[in-house]
């Protein structure tokens, strides 16, 4: 396989359930991150791991706990989550900061709170 | 902080026609742009980029040139197809591990 792989792709949990997204990354990158897309609001930023140490946390609640094993996975965990927090969320990679070759994104799981 | 600013949709064309999506950004050093396409159920890919002022990035008919001095990067298409249905976000990149996006124009073209 090639580049960034998510999985599952669909997730319905209940609010008291505990739950993990996986992302995997094929390219030999040094940089992984999570993303969250909502319907009608912009892509918010949620971590940054730079050579598996993270090094941006944009005020996400605890509820989400990102895991980074080594350079090439990345996991969400996810627990007592609420039905604002249904979204698609986004992994994507960089070499370094992505600011010459840009990120790449996987396909992204589409999760629903029930 | 940095940030981008792209045209609202949604943006509805008949295939053939002209597609214009603005895009202006705030940056306090020199940052690269990219143009990233997400299509239907699908994560984003990013579509063009450039990493320096007047650089012109292109792909699969689409152009955008880095213009320092309007502070723009507008993505452009002369001839759209049905299969370019989809939402375009403008980019911007700082080299500190932040990409930041515009919030998304949706853009649909009818056969």
């Known amino acids: 396989e090639t580049g960034v792989t998510q999985t599952p792709r669909h997730l319905v949990m209940g609010m008291t359930n505990k739950k993990s997204l996986k992302c995997e990354q094929h390219l030999g990158h040094n940089a992984m991150y999570w993303y969250k897309q909502s319907a009608k609001k912009p892509l918010e930023l949620m971590f940054v791991y730079s050579l598996e140490e993270r090094v941006e946390n944009n005020s996400v609640p605890s509820r989400f706990s990102p895991e980074c094993p080594n350079s090439s996975h990345l996991f969400l965990h996810l627990h007592t989550l609420q039905p604002e927090d249904s979204a698609l969320y986004l992994c994507?990679?960089?070499?370094?900061?992505?600011?010459?070759?840009?990120?790449?994104f996987g396909s992204g799981t589409r999760l629903t709170v029930v | 902080g940095d940030s981008v600013t792209q045209m609202e949709g949604p943006v509805t064309l008949s295939e053939e026609a002209f597609l214009t999506i603005n895009c202006t950004y705030t940056?306090?050093?020199?940052?690269?742009l990219f143009w990233y396409v997400q299509y239907p159920g699908e994560g984003l890919q990013l579509l063009l980029k450039a990493t320096k002022a007047d650089d012109k990035g292109s792909n699969k008919g689409f152009e955008a040139t880095y213009r320092k001095e309007t502070t723009s990067f507008h993505l452009e298409k002369g001839s759209v197809q049905v299969s370019d249905s989809a939402v375009y976000f403008c980019a911007l990149s700082d080299y500190d591990y932040k990409l930041s996006f515009g919030a998304g124009t949706t853009v649909t073209v009818r056969a």
């Open positions: 940056a306090t050093g020199y940052p690269s």
């Open positions: 994507a990679s960089s070499q370094d900061g992505g600011g010459i070759g840009g990120y790449t």
